[in-house]
């Protein structure tokens, strides 16, 4: 399985023959734009990384949650490709307001299989990461209407949080894209690799971190931990990438405890950065 990170939570999934993108954040636009100013997508930018990265075969997007640094990019991604949007209600008015076809929008329901090729999805209900000060507080807030760009960032709101457990032959993957956990929600499910959120890993007490990996690390059993949503995710996917301002997070921090949590538990650890992908046996 080839994995490809654009970076914040967006990961390409490619098995040779078919791929399947979750979350679609591309565009990056920066701090001033978020606070001040209205977004619309790079087109320019993704039509060059589809072509670069092959994104030739994409038959799914699965959307996390839709704020702005998951979903923004999602509906130009699927009219490129023909790829089905599958997503909240909100997610689908993000379709909806792009131009994407009725058919090709799929509301998810929390706990229902989704086949695209030999992938199987398998939607599992989660939680946002705590807000920072500075975010609108638009937690379970759904976007009730087709959401046209060019939109503020704030009109994008959350629509509710979702994982993905991804099944591929004997292969399991779990996308966790939020720092935080729904106590006992990933009972009984098991993934050779965990795909986990960290954004606000920095700001978190011991105790919220101890619960954190029970919830999640302990309970999934994987073999490898990859740390995703841990990019400062207002530089553009055209310079290096750079972690968190420290401000908010102090990343090399975060990584540093996150690996020797992982190496006591002797559990691999894989930093992606961005527009790299690895193969996965």
């Not at 023959?17 to 619309?40: E, I, M, N, Y």
């Not at 909240?88 to 998810?108: A, I």
């Not at 908010?248 to 527009?275: A, H, N, W």
Request: net charge neutral; aromatic share 12%.
């Amino acid at each position: 399985m080839k994995v490809t990170s654009f970076g914040t939570t967006t990961l390409l999934f490619d098995d040779g023959r078919d791929q399947v993108l979750f979350d679609a954040h591309f565009t990056r636009p920066s701090f001033l734009k978020w606070k001040f100013g209205r977004l619309s997508t790079y087109e320019e930018l993704i039509d060059s990384l589809i072509s670069l990265h092959k994104i030739d075969r994409l038959r799914a997007v699965f959307v996390s949650h839709s704020h702005y640094d998951h979903v923004m990019d999602a509906p130009f991604v699927a009219n490129r490709t023909g790829a089905v949007i599958y997503g909240s209600s909100s997610t689908v008015n993000v379709g909806k307001g792009g131009g994407v076809p009725g058919d090709r929008l799929v509301r998810f329901e929390h706990g229902k299989t989704y086949a695209a090729g030999d992938f199987r999805i398998t939607v599992i209900r989660s939680v946002h990461s705590k807000l920072t000060f500075i975010q609108p507080k638009d937690l379970g807030k759904d976007i009730e209407k087709p959401l046209v760009q060019p939109a503020r960032a704030a009109e994008y709101t959350e629509g509710g949080s979702y994982d993905f457990l991804v099944e591929h032959g004997d292969s399991r993957y779990l996308i966790r894209p939020s720092f935080n956990y729904i106590e006992g929600q990933l009972d009984g499910i098991r993934a050779d690799v965990l795909f986990l959120g960290t954004a606000g890993f920095g700001a978190a007490d011991a105790a919220m971190k101890e619960k954190f990996f029970a919830e999640t690390v302990e309970k999934v059993g994987p073999s490898l931990v990859i740390p995703v949503h841990w990019d400062y995710f207002m530089r553009p996917l055209t310079k290096p990438a750079k972690g968190m301002p420290k401000l908010r997070e102090d990343t090399g921090k975060v990584m540093f405890e996150l690996s020797e949590y992982l190496e006591k538990k002797g559990i691999g650890f894989m930093l992606m950065l961005p527009r790299t992908s690895i193969d996965i046996p």
